[in-house]
Nanobody, 117 residues
Framework: QVQLVESGGGLVQAGGSLRLSCAASGNILRINAMGWYRQAPGKQREWVATITSDGSTNVADSVKGRFAISRDNSKTTVYLQMNSLKPEDTAVYYC???????????WGQGTQVTVSS
């Protein structure tokens, strides 16, 4: 329903920062919420953060105080600001979009974040 393109991943030392971006295109008017998930090697995919259409945000306890989700005024780009990164934050980070009146969820292709110790 929408196309999601992530960017901003890379290699960073522990304690450093990265900002991920997710640009949405297509049927964006139906988006109800956007978010970020991550999947580390050998682990299940886990939820990281969500921002709803009214601007409400929520982040997982594991990243609270270090990560923040935001968006631009056009509501077509969502950001994940990641500070005080730890090696355990190493994962592929995926952007998601949820839709009104639908249980479907679109996913981006993912962007790799690697935090070295």
């Amino acid at each position: 329903q929408v196309q999601l393109v992530e960017s901003g991943g890379g290699l960073v030392q522990a304690g450093g920062s990265l900002r991920l971006s997710c640009a949405a295109s297509g049927n964006i008017l139906r988006i109800n919420a956007m978010g970020w998930y991550r999947q580390a090697p050998g682990k299940q995919r886990e939820w990281v953060a969500t921002i709803t259409s009214d601007g409400s945000t929520n982040v997982a306890d594991s990243v609270k105080g270090r990560f923040a989700i935001s968006r631009d005024n056009s509501k077509t780009t969502v950001y994940l600001q990641m500070n005080s990164l730890k090696p355990e934050d190493t994962a592929v980070y995926y952007c998601t979009a949820d839709f009104r009146y639908s249980i479907s969820r679109d996913w981006g292709q993912g962007t790799q974040v690697t935090v070295s110790s």
